[in-house]
């Protein structure tokens, strides 16, 4: 077993930096990170530290058993699980989530699964102020940000708090070797996308920067790895390490076009969040290449390509995610709808963003098309 502990203290989250004058401003989050092979054998000796003697488990309904087996490693620390965790935070299950904590006086939350199921920790942690431990099993990277997206009656609204953050994250490898691996390819290409876009961020500094390039390195490493061996233990930690390391990424600065892009076509069309990562990044990436070359330098560092775009573009394909918009259900004649959408109110990028210049790639990446600089 390999552990690897580290304590970091810090006000809230104020990332500002000015590239031109090299002035720049860092501030972490607080939060304890365990990580390692069979940590999940720390739940107890971490609820311990953070004072807890009635903790309730959270997990989706498909982790129950997971979460039943961790949670008896609690011994009477255990006072219940809740396995109805849901993507998105509804508002519902937070609230039957709630009632239960209320009438079971419980003290204290550890959330064992991907976004969704910390998403539930984080959204009962903020409305109780109970400690909140996440057992992260997918890449998403959710339990590094102070951010929560939740949705009442289908309508997502989403906030910022430094009361988000878990106090302690466990980060087991064991627990996501389960994970599909076209799904582990998914779920990390999504993961690069955060760090990608943190080099190039308006805010970015030099310690999230080093960040995002291992983390890239490390997730560009290891997942092909786990396509042709889903169990290799090396690839599934350097996995979860460069999860991590985007993860911060994604809590610290602020993100670009990319992901405004897929928020507008994910929101549009209701087409999958990880995937359509995965097909836009090549083309995001290429957009911006000319306006923000260091950030395209440490990439293809990271990749070991010479050419960013076209790296990311070939990484996917050899993980076997799709390639084509058209392919995971956008319409042809939602090319021009999404273009207008993107430029409205757009996030702050390296280069201006122009319809007719969105159109085209929007349009390149439903075609399936390699990255094109224009
Ligand atoms: P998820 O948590 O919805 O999990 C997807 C499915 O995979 C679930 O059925 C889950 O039980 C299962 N699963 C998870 N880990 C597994 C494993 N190791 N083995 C087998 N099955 C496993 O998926 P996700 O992609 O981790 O999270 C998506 C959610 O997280 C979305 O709601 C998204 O908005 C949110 N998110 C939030 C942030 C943030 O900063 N607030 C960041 C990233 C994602």
């Given at each position: 077993m390999s552990i690897a502990a580290s304590d970091a203290v810090r006000p809230p989250i104020v990332a500002a930096g000015d590239a031109g004058s090299g002035i720049f401003a860092y501030c972490s989050q607080q939060y304890r990170v365990v990580f390692g092979a069979g940590t999940a054998a720390r739940l107890g000796e971490e609820t311990e530290r953070l004072g807890i003697k009635r903790a309730l488990v959270l997990t989706t309904p498909e982790q129950q058993d997971l979460g039943r087996r961790l949670g008896a490693g609690l011994g009477d620390r255990l006072a219940g699980l809740f396995a109805g965790a849901r993507m998105h935070t509804p508002v519902e299950v937070t609230n039957a989530a709630l009632r239960i904590v209320e009438s079971h006086d419980i003290d204290g939350l550890v959330a064992i699964g991907g976004g969704s199921t910390v998403g539930l920790g984080k959204a009962l942690s903020l409305r109780t102020g109970l400690p909140h431990i996440a057992m992260p099993t997918t890449y998403a990277g959710s339990e590094m940000t102070p951010i929560l997206g939740e949705t009442t009656n289908g309508i997502k609204t989403t906030q910022q708090s430094q009361d988000l953050v878990p106090d302690t994250v466990i980060y087991?490898?064991?627990?996501?070797?389960?994970?599909?691996p076209h799904v582990s390819a998914a779920s990390g290409l999504n993961a690069i996308a955060h760090a990608v876009e943190a080099l190039y961020a308006p805010d970015a500094n030099p310690l999230t920067s080093l960040m995002a390039e291992d983390g890239i390195a490390a997730l560009a490493r290891a997942l092909p790895r786990i396509m042709d061996a889903p169990a290799d233990a090396g690839a599934r930690r350097d996995a979860l390490y460069g999860a991590w390391l985007c993860g911060v990424c994604l809590g610290a600065v602020g993100m670009s076009l990319h992901h405004k892009l897929c928020h507008v076509l994910g929101g549009m069309f209701n087409l999958p969040h990880a995937e359509t990562h995965a097909i836009v990044l090549p083309h995001a990436a290429a957009y911006n290449a000319a306006a923000a070359p260091d950030a395209m330098t440490r990439v293809a560092r990271a990749l070991r390509t010479s050419d960013t775009p076209q790296g990311l573009f070939d990484l996917a394909r050899r993980l076997g995610?799709?390639?084509?918009l058209a392919d995971i259900g956008?319409?042809?004649?939602?090319i021009a709808r999404a273009a207008e959408m993107a430029v409205r109110?757009?996030?702050?990028?390296p280069r201006p963003v122009e319809r007719v210049a969105i159109q085209d790639l929007i349009a390149a990446a439903w075609r399936g098309d390699a990255p094109a600089q224009h």
């Open positions: 087991d490898v064991d627990l996501t070797v389960s994970l599909p995610l799709p390639r084509r956008m319409p042809e004649d939602g109110s757009p996030y702050a990028n």
